[in-house]
Nanobody, 121 residues
Framework: QVQLVESGGGLVQPGGSLRLSCTAS????????MAWYRQAPGKQRELVAR???????TYADTVKGRFTISRDSPENTAYLQMNSLKPEDTAVYYC???????????????WGQGTQVTVSS
């Protein structure tokens, strides 16, 4: 099994910043892609940002220039630095990781439990 543990959510005022962390653990051979998704009440889950093992980055248009995704590959950890937060960024943020598990080298597609981010004055 592969587990993802997230941290760093909370309540912040508009214009503020938060940093989310996500660490993958378990029987992992390698983690290929780590990503952050979010889901606001009444809306579908959407991709926020993704980083691949070769450093390729993808961002949703709504967060470009404000959010930065990074990863510490040896630690199987991804971060999401969120600046200039807006009320519309309020959502539950989920970490996702894709990779290969040991000992079978089979693929895994794992999700974290989610962390609430609320942007409000």
């Amino acid at each position: 099994q592969v587990q993802l543990v997230e941290s760093g959510g909370g309540l912040v005022q508009p214009g503020g910043s938060l940093r989310l962390s996500c660490t993958a653990s378990g029987s992992i051979v390698r983690v290929d892609t780590m990503a952050w998704y979010r889901q606001a009440p009444g809306k579908q889950r959407e991709l926020v940002a993704r980083v691949t093992s070769d450093g390729s980055l993808t961002y949703a248009d709504t967060v470009k220039g404000r959010f930065t995704i990074s990863r510490d590959s040896p630690e199987n950890t991804a971060y999401l630095q969120m600046n200039s937060l807006k009320p519309e960024d309020t959502a539950v943020y989920y970490c996702n990781a894709l990779g290969r598990r040991a000992p079978t080298y089979s693929r895994f597609d794992s999700w974290g439990q989610g962390t609430q981010v609320t942007v409000s004055s």
